[in-house]
């Protein structure tokens, strides 16, 4: 059995509690045990990042209460109700996308991939990485060596796209970590905000498993260098245009396929009766392509519908080559939205947003991508949703430059910036229609009033699907020069950014909506505040505690620059919040009771003076909790006593809150040594964070439940 005071054994619960500060109940778990560690020190202690400072921290706190039982006692008690770390989940992926129907050669290659796969362990990485040229079949190769040897890999198969995917630019390894993370079997609340803890997890979940991993598409090995495990059973394979260096890999070159295996490769896409009607222009068609798979699936193309092949001398660029004879076969309108949708490296086109390029009804775009992806010009990713692979974007938007000119590629550009802008502010305002609301787009809704509550899901879902491209138009606005497009862009972002978290994929937005700010034109000025909270809001759920205190300062005088005290109070709140994650006390509530006194000089008819009561009850509860991490239990009581009448009965009647609020009460009351009430408020609150399917708060209840009835009981 572990000694509940031993470093290993409080270093795992910090870890867990590292861990699960993704939700709000895992913050306020390592938020009261940043009380505990205040008791046991008797004075204000950092709050670790990181797996060095809670290892230190731990033997710290192992060392104090040795020498003073009740110290011992009090931490013990606290710990043994926490749980250990998270369960190493298990649960087996299968991510790889389909292979290639038709595969021919590459007999070298594979023999190399799977004498890597076999090689005895010896503690180096399994790892090899397949470099060549754009569009000369690497993924295809990495795909059927995936397939063909998937019994070698019983625990599964990882599979991500570097380039984007889904949210768009190259995503951060971090991004990378909570995908796999995910499909691996670890709960949301559980996969750890920090880079670094997410990679020792993953390795962590990955010593014991048999397993292949396909990085696709990798642009350095920076990228790839976190995502690589020394498992003995784990194979990763990098995909890249270029060997990588900087990583001790096999090495497997992929070039053009030799000229009978192209033959062989052109009859089973065309079929041998149509290479044979054109035998005599076969030799001419094969040194065009040059041994290209993607040159001779265009020209397979041709052959199966009647078109004369094109041929020629060896081509410099077969891939360019290819792509301009599918552009030249392209009726006006399909060649017209190949153009225009190419504009920018949109992650996901849908029938929707590329009838707005078009100027088209939607069932004629979704008729005209359709055909695009027949002929290899698009990739279709999901039921309706298309993308460019980079070689025929490339070909496309230098197109778009030649016919349309930039005038028009600029204004169709913009045209899609506003369409996102609108379908973002409209589920936007589903999923969260009860907070103000700047950008002018949204005054329509506010009109119409609350949205229902039952709508709130099917808004996420809705801006998760289109998330990647939101992010693009943040970009694109950017680029263009809009600042407003941008902020009101990043605005509609908040709801998902609350409600759904992910940090990681929307910092790069919410850094140019901050970067915004300061060239605001038709804007309502209070934009800028706006802009500097929700990227510290965000910097905070990625532990940059730093960044994210020089964004609410400026958020704080951006607003009082503007004489919006309602925004600059909710600036220094949001402060005092970053200082209690922190273990910083006292400065936490030096925060809380400054942005109350910014709320009292609001005077009735002044923007924000409706919400003075709930805002008040939120400050009240956020005092209450910085009182109890300072050990000042009575005046703790009596704040958030206050803060549950307003929301059981004072008006407010929000029952999450309600329950929130019954949570702290109760912690407190169990620090001033009465365990009965505290149960009694654990009981109600359980009540109502079940009906609101809370598991992670949940959680975090019946720990603090064990602590109640182990006081109890002495």
């Not at 225009?340 to 996901?348: D, F, G, K, N, S």
């Not at 005038?407 to 910036?417: H, N, P, R």
């Amino acid at each position: 059995m572990v000694d509940p005071l031993s470093v290993t054994a409080v270093t795992g619960v910090m870890s867990a509690m590292s861990a699960s500060m993704a939700t709000e109940a895992g913050k306020l778990a390592f938020e009261s045990f940043g009380g505990a560690v205040r008791r046991v020190f008797g004075r204000e202690v950092p709050a670790p990042r990181g797996a060095e400072e809670r290892a230190a921290l731990a033997a710290q706190l192992v060392e104090l209460a040795g020498q003073e039982p009740e110290r011992a006692r009090a931490l013990a008690a606290w710990l043994a109700t926490q749980g250990a770390a998270p369960g190493l989940a298990h649960r087996v992926p299968a991510l790889l996308p389909p292979s290639a129907r038709f595969f021919t050669d590459r007999a070298d290659q594979l023999a190399a991939l799977q004498k890597e796969a076999a090689r005895k362990a010896d503690g180096r990485t399994r790892l090899a990485v397949l470099a060549g040229p754009e569009l000369i079949g690497t993924t295809a190769l990495a795909l059927y060596f995936g397939h063909r040897e998937a019994a070698r890999f019983p625990d599964g198969q990882l599979y991500v796209d570097l380039r984007g995917g889904s949210v768009g630019s190259a995503p951060e390894p971090a991004t990378v970590l909570r995908y796999f993370l995910s499909r691996l079997g670890v709960p949301d609340e559980e996969i750890p905000p920090g880079p670094a803890d997410r990679t020792d997890l993953y390795r962590t979940l990955l010593a014991d498993r048999r397993l292949l991993v396909v990085l696709d598409h990798a642009q350095s090995a920076a990228q790839v260098l976190p995502l690589i495990t020394t498992a003995p059973g784990v194979f990763t394979v990098v995909v890249a245009r270029r060997p990588l260096t900087g990583l001790d890999a096999v090495r497997v070159p992929v070039g053009p396929l030799p000229e009978k295996d192209a033959k062989r490769l052109l009859i089973d896409l065309a079929g041998k009766q149509a290479v044979t009607a054109a035998r005599a222009a076969l030799p001419s068609v094969l040194a065009r392509c040059a041994g290209s798979p993607f040159a001779l699936q265009a020209a397979a193309q041709r052959l199966t519908t009647g078109l004369a092949p094109r041929g020629g001398a060896g081509a410099a660029d077969p891939v360019a080559d290819a792509i301009e004879d599918l552009y030249q076969d392209l009726d006006t309108e399909a060649a017209a939205l190949y153009r225009l949708c190419a504009l920018r490296p949109w992650p996901a086109i849908s029938a929707d947003s590329a009838a707005v390029v078009a100027g088209t009804g939607a069932g004629e775009a979704a008729r005209l991508l359709a055909e695009l992806a027949d002929r290899g010009l698009l990739e279709q990713t999901a039921a309706g949703r298309y993308r460019y692979r980079p070689a025929v974007r490339r070909h496309a938007e230098a197109a778009a430059a030649r016919v349309d000119g930039k005038a028009a590629c600029d204004a169709a550009t913009a045209e899609l910036v506003g369409w996102y802008l609108r379908f973002a502010v409209r589920h936007d305002y589903a999923a969260l229609s009860g907070r103000w609301q700047l950008g002018p787009l949204y005054a329509p809704y506010r009109e119409q009033g609350p949205a229902p509550d039952e709508g709130v899901g099917r808004a996420l879902a809705a801006l998760g699907e289109e998330i990647g491209n939101l992010l693009e138009a943040v970009r694109t606005a950017e680029g263009l020069g809009e600042p407003d497009f941008v902020c009101q862009l990043v605005e509609a972002l908040w709801a998902w950014q609350l409600k759904v978290g992910r940090a990681d994929v929307l910092l790069p937005a919410l850094r140019a909506g901050a970067r915004a700010a300061s060239q605001l034109r038709g804007l309502d000025p209070r934009m800028a505040g706006r802009m500097h909270t929700q990227l510290a809001l965000g910097l905070m759920d990625f532990q940059h505690y730093e960044e994210a205190e020089v964004e609410l300062i400026a958020a704080a005088e951006a607003e009082r620059t503007v004489g919006h005290l309602r925004g600059r109070a909710t600036a220094v709140e949001t402060l005092g919040l970053l200082r209690l994650r922190q273990w910083r006390f006292q400065p936490a509530l030096d925060c809380f009771e400054e942005a109350g006194r910014i709320l009292d000089g609001i005077r009735e008819g002044e923007v924000g003076f409706a919400d003075l009561p709930r805002a008040r009850a939120l400050l009240e509860r956020h005092r209450g909790r910085a009182l109890r991490g300072l050990g000042e239990s009575a005046r703790a009581v009596e704040l958030l006593t206050r803060a549950l009448e307003f929301f059981e009965d004072g008006g407010g009647r929000e029952r999450y809150n309600a329950a929130r609020v019954m949570s702290d009460l109760a912690e407190t009351h169990l620090l001033a040594g009465r365990p009965a009430d505290a149960l009694a408020l654990i009981d109600r609150a359980a009540a109502i964070l079940t009906l609101e399917k809370a598991r992670a708060h949940l959680i975090t209840l019946d720990g603090l439940r064990l602590r109640c009835l182990a006081a109890g009981q002495q």
